[in-house]
């Protein structure tokens, strides 16, 4: 296992001493102890752990349950409960702050370590789904700013048969490229094909010259393909 950071929050000097030699022969470092809750809460901020051992029941104005909410709400730590005490409003109480654990005093070592890997477990699970989802949302945001960039033609499009001038929704007639540029992504770039190039210039000798010319190229390549 990782060595991972741990705080004490504990108001009973021997049971204080006798937690930090069992969690550091688990393989965890004790970072921080305390006696009080406002101590407490004061520590986490200062160490940041990776976790806490909880006692409910402290000294002072404040118990750990209060405790382990505002640590919850501000830093987020997973907490572990420790208590004596296993009446049913108390346990109701400690609900709230969400603990990643229960542990009823004397705490055996075997239900420490589990408790203890469990909810490092559980924490690091959730913090990558936190990761995860966080993610998710900024690949939603960034797929909805390129979807507003897109425009793209659909339905039916009014378009007149004769001169192929397109009706937009104010009634007016644009020409379909104008149109098209407007309501997509798409670039126009204009020329003249063959059979338009026949009717607007059939006449002309410089048109004659050239269509010649270019037939006579189209003939030589299409020759030596044969060959």
Partial sequence: ??????????????????????????????VAIASQAEEAIKKAEENDPDII???????GEMDGIEAATIIKDRLDIPTIFTTAY????????????VPYGYLVKPIR???????????????????????AEAEREKTIIELEEVLKTIKKLSGLIPICANCKKIRDDEGYWNQIESYIEKHSEALFSHSVCPE??????????????SRNKIKTQSKGKDENIDH
């Fill in 196 to 209: 338009c190039a026949d009717e607007l210039y059939g006449d002309s000798k410089w048109y004659k010259k």
């Fill in 86 to 97: 296993t009446d049913e409003e108390r346990v109701k109480r400690a609900k709230v702050s």
């Fill in 109 to 131: 070592d075997r239900d420490l370590k589990i408790s203890l890997d469990m909810a490092l477990y559980a924490a690091r699970v959730n913090e990558e789904r936190k990761q």
């Fill in 53 to 59: 051992l909880m006692d409910i029941q402290l000294e």
């Fill in 1 to 30: 296992m990782t060595q991972a950071d741990l705080m004490i929050v504990e108001d009973e000097f021997i049971i204080q001493a006798e937690l930090i030699i069992r969690v550091e022969k688990l393989g965890y470092q004790v």
